[in-house]
């Protein structure tokens, strides 16, 4: 399990990430990035709809709500264009952290 | 199931009921939910499941902060929330100290069917009026104790004043006291149900034995005796239904719960009145007129108005279920 501290400012990333394929709701992303990750990284339920929160705050997703399925609404999330363009400046600036850290990372 | 929508319930117990945290609180149960089935479905126990979606649940603070909730600052008095310890004890306290007023309420109506059947059995020797003196001494040591019982009982629930405000159950505790309520039940309508036969009976023991054997004194002292023995049995019967019910029903804040506490207090303030006036009431018109023979019809009367009225209250609890 990976310290929620290190991954927090790519929470964001990954959830944009998974929206790219088309929209979806809660469950089935935590679910995904749980198999993705081979279940190194498990996104706390909290993390996620704050993420949410803050994500639809900021214009970067929508949210509609879905057909009823087994007597309930899911909430799906959309990725908007400006959720397309803060997810590549997150990318690029993921691949200047990730130079500049390896830089003092060493085989030991 | 039941578990994990508690948890949630909990967690939002202090929060706002905004539109957005109404759906917020649902996204978050149907995500717990999928989570919860996917895990049954392969394979893992209840237990298991419920485990593994409440580790993964995450800090409800991280929520808070994001969605800029005003949630009460513990510098502000918040909700208390009330343990499994202290609602076993709550559970136990209520039951005990609603069978002390229970006991008050049957001694204050077996007092005067003492009184009846003992002076009217040595009447016959010693003369009505000696008699009644004699047997005053008990009839109000009776009367005296169950009015201590009332409000030593009433002293000791006024510390469950705090549940009438607005409290939350620790997670998970809802759902046992749930299910002890619904244990009960059964209980509850047999001894309801018993009350019920024993006041409707117990006229008809006074009626048979004065109309069907001898219309004397003693069969009427008898007849008297038995009637309120059986009406003080009811009213205990309802009181002690009525107590275990209505701690199961506070600790769940079901129904309109301030009406109900008012009925609680209802039966034994009721009667901390009613009793000593009628006994003054009894004693007066005793002694002034001398008709030993007929002031007694006060007691049966005031018995079966008493049942009757904790009846009514119990049922009208009973019909709030």
Same mark, same amino acid.
């Given at each position: 399990m990976i310290s929620s501290d290190v991954i927090r400012g790519y929470n964001d990333t990954m959830i944009l990430f998974l929206l790219l394929h088309g929209d979806s709701y809660g469950y089935e992303i935590s679910k995904n990035i749980k198999e993705m990750t081979s279940e190194k990284y498990i996104m706390k339920e909290t993390t996620l709809y704050s993420a949410f929160s803050r994500l639809e705050k900021n214009g970067y997703i929508s949210s509609y709500s879905g057909d009823e399925t087994n007597g309930k609404r899911r909430t799906y999330y959309k990725l908007t264009n400006e959720g397309l363009i803060y997810y590549k400046e997150k990318c690029q600036e993921w691949q200047i952290t990730k130079e500049v850290v390896d830089k003092f990372i060493k085989e030991m | 199931m039941e578990t994990i929508k508690s948890y949630l319930d909990n967690m939002f117990a202090?929060?706002? #009921?905004?539109p957005a945290l109404i759906k917020l609180k649902e996204d978050l149960l149907s995500s717990m939910e999928d989570k919860y089935n996917e895990m049954k479905y392969h394979g893992k126990s209840e237990n298991e499941a419920i485990g593994i979606v409440i580790s993964e649940f995450g800090n409800i603070d991280e929520l808070i902060r994001e969605m800029n909730i005003e949630v009460p600052s513990p510098m502000q008095p918040t909700v208390p929330v009330i343990t499994k310890e202290e609602a076993e004890r709550m559970i136990h306290d209520k039951k005990f100290f609603g069978n002390l007023i229970a006991l008050g309420v049957f001694l204050c109506i077996t007092a005067p069917a003492i009184f009846v059947l003992g002076t009217t059995l040595t009447g016959f020797q010693i003369g009505e009026d000696r008699a009644a003196t004699l047997f005053l001494f008990p009839l109000f040591l009776m009367i005296a104790i169950a009015v201590g019982l009332f409000i030593f009982s009433g002293i000791q629930l006024?510390?469950? #004043?705090?549940?009438?405000k607005p409290f939350t159950l620790d997670y998970s505790l809802t759902e046992i006291i749930r299910k002890k309520k619904a244990a009960n039940l059964p209980y509850f309508t047999l001894k309801i149900v018993a009350g019920v036969v024993l006041c409707i009976l117990s006229p008809l023991t006074l009626i048979s034995l004065t109309v069907f054997i001898d219309d004397n004194d003693f069969y009427g002292a008898v007849g008297v005796f038995l009637l309120l023995v059986m009406v003080a049995t009811a009213v205990t019967l309802f009181i002690n239904a009525g107590t275990t019910m209505d701690c199961y029903k506070q600790l769940l804040q079901e129904g309109d719960y301030t009406p109900e506490r008012k009925e609680d207090k209802l039966v034994g303030a009721v009667a901390s009145i009613v009793w000593p006036l009628t006994t003054a009431g009894y004693l007066l018109w005793s002694f002034l007129t001398g008709d030993w023979h007929i002031t007694w019809i006060v007691w049966p009367i005031m018995g079966i108005l008493f049942g009757a009225f904790s009846a009514v209250v119990s049922i009208v609890r009973g019909d709030q279920n």
């Amino acid at each position: 399990m990976i310290s929620s501290d290190v991954i927090r400012g790519y929470n964001d990333t990954m959830i944009l990430f998974l929206l790219l394929h088309g929209d979806s709701y809660g469950y089935e992303i935590s679910k995904n990035i749980k198999e993705m990750t081979s279940e190194k990284y498990i996104m706390k339920e909290t993390t996620l709809y704050s993420a949410f929160s803050r994500l639809e705050k900021n214009g970067y997703i929508s949210s509609y709500s879905g057909d009823e399925t087994n007597g309930k609404r899911r909430t799906y999330y959309k990725l908007t264009n400006e959720g397309l363009i803060y997810y590549k400046e997150k990318c690029q600036e993921w691949q200047i952290t990730k130079e500049v850290v390896d830089k003092f990372i060493k085989e030991m | 199931m039941e578990t994990i929508k508690s948890y949630l319930d909990n967690m939002f117990a202090n929060m706002p #009921k905004t539109p957005a945290l109404i759906k917020l609180k649902e996204d978050l149960l149907s995500s717990m939910e999928d989570k919860y089935n996917e895990m049954k479905y392969h394979g893992k126990s209840e237990n298991e499941a419920i485990g593994i979606v409440i580790s993964e649940f995450g800090n409800i603070d991280e929520l808070i902060r994001e969605m800029n909730i005003e949630v009460p600052s513990p510098m502000q008095p918040t909700v208390p929330v009330i343990t499994k310890e202290e609602a076993e004890r709550m559970i136990h306290d209520k039951k005990f100290f609603g069978n002390l007023i229970a006991l008050g309420v049957f001694l204050c109506i077996t007092a005067p069917a003492i009184f009846v059947l003992g002076t009217t059995l040595t009447g016959f020797q010693i003369g009505e009026d000696r008699a009644a003196t004699l047997f005053l001494f008990p009839l109000f040591l009776m009367i005296a104790i169950a009015v201590g019982l009332f409000i030593f009982s009433g002293i000791q629930l006024e510390q469950y #004043k705090y549940l009438e405000k607005p409290f939350t159950l620790d997670y998970s505790l809802t759902e046992i006291i749930r299910k002890k309520k619904a244990a009960n039940l059964p209980y509850f309508t047999l001894k309801i149900v018993a009350g019920v036969v024993l006041c409707i009976l117990s006229p008809l023991t006074l009626i048979s034995l004065t109309v069907f054997i001898d219309d004397n004194d003693f069969y009427g002292a008898v007849g008297v005796f038995l009637l309120l023995v059986m009406v003080a049995t009811a009213v205990t019967l309802f009181i002690n239904a009525g107590t275990t019910m209505d701690c199961y029903k506070q600790l769940l804040q079901e129904g309109d719960y301030t009406p109900e506490r008012k009925e609680d207090k209802l039966v034994g303030a009721v009667a901390s009145i009613v009793w000593p006036l009628t006994t003054a009431g009894y004693l007066l018109w005793s002694f002034l007129t001398g008709d030993w023979h007929i002031t007694w019809i006060v007691w049966p009367i005031m018995g079966i108005l008493f049942g009757a009225f904790s009846a009514v209250v119990s049922i009208v609890r009973g019909d709030q279920n």
